[in-house]
């Protein structure tokens, strides 16, 4: 049972576009999300995160939306740069505490100059 | 970079023998976690720890153990390798519950 979803396994881009990755979610008890980037032979790093007592997130190109009635949350990067090209991946927090993070299976984004 | 160091970076080994991988922080972090990343899958937790000697399952913990002896050492044996086993494993840190976990640069297993 995957409680977090990323259903497009691939996204590609022209540089200075705007890109998004989507997100679903299963589980209402969620209550923060965040996202992660991973660059080949790297590990995952940390990239934005939404509570969700909030809609929005901002971080300079980057921006996350969530939309609570829909169980779902995008992340947007405006404008585009081929360095944005890795593996996206959302996540949440498992109840019961410890940090236990649910991973979505990713989403590979290509920026093409 | 969050000192996070795994060990080793690479490793071939074959059905049915051990293999224990190392992951070492130098952060001071309470918790730590080990992930396995497959195609489709995404991270999926294996086993965490939230401090010396206290250690947990994950959704994915058959087939492994956990040892943490040292706030600095979290070790993940696969007690008898199988071939679908074959994974790259992350290492991950964090200094409370909801604080950003930090992962390390992985370690690439292939069980023949």
């Known amino acids: 049972d995957q409680q977090v979803k990323q259903n497009s396994p691939s996204l590609s881009v022209q540089e200075g576009r705007i890109s998004i990755l989507n997100c679903d979610y299963t589980?209402?008890?969620?209550?923060?999300f965040l996202w992660y980037k991973k660059y080949p032979a790297e590990g995952p790093t940390f990239l934005i995160s939404?509570?969700?007592?909030?809609d929005k997130n901002e971080d300079g190109r980057f921006t996350v939306f969530l939309n609570k009635s829909a169980k779902h949350l995008s992340l947007h990067i405006v404008p585009s740069q081929p360095g944005d090209s890795a593996v996206y991946f959302c996540?949440?927090?498992?109840?019961?505490?410890?940090?236990?993070?649910?991973f979505g299976a990713g989403t590979r984004l290509a920026v093409h100059p | 970079d969050a000192g996070i160091t795994q060990s080793p970076r690479h490793k071939v080994t074959e059905t049915g023998t051990p293999v224990t991988l190392r992951c070492h922080q130098t952060e001071n972090h309470r918790y730590m976690y080990w992930y396995r990343q497959d195609p489709g899958h995404g991270l999926r937790l294996i086993h965490y720890?939230?401090?010396?000697?206290?250690?947990d399952k994950g959704e994915v913990s058959d087939g492994y153990s956990v040892s943490r002896s040292k706030t600095e050492d979290f070790l993940l044996t696969l007690e008898s390798a199988t071939s679908s086993q074959t994974s790259v494993y992350f290492c991950?840190?964090?200094?409370?519950?909801?604080?950003?976990?930090?992962f390390g640069p992985g370690t690439r297993l292939l069980v023949l």
């Open positions: 939404i509570s969700s007592i909030k």
């Open positions: 991950a840190i964090s200094g409370g519950a909801l604080e950003t976990q930090y």
């Open positions: 996540a949440a927090p498992l109840s019961g505490g410890y940090n236990k993070l649910i």
């Open positions: 589980n209402s008890m969620f209550d923060y």
């Open positions: 720890s939230y401090g010396v000697k206290d250690t």
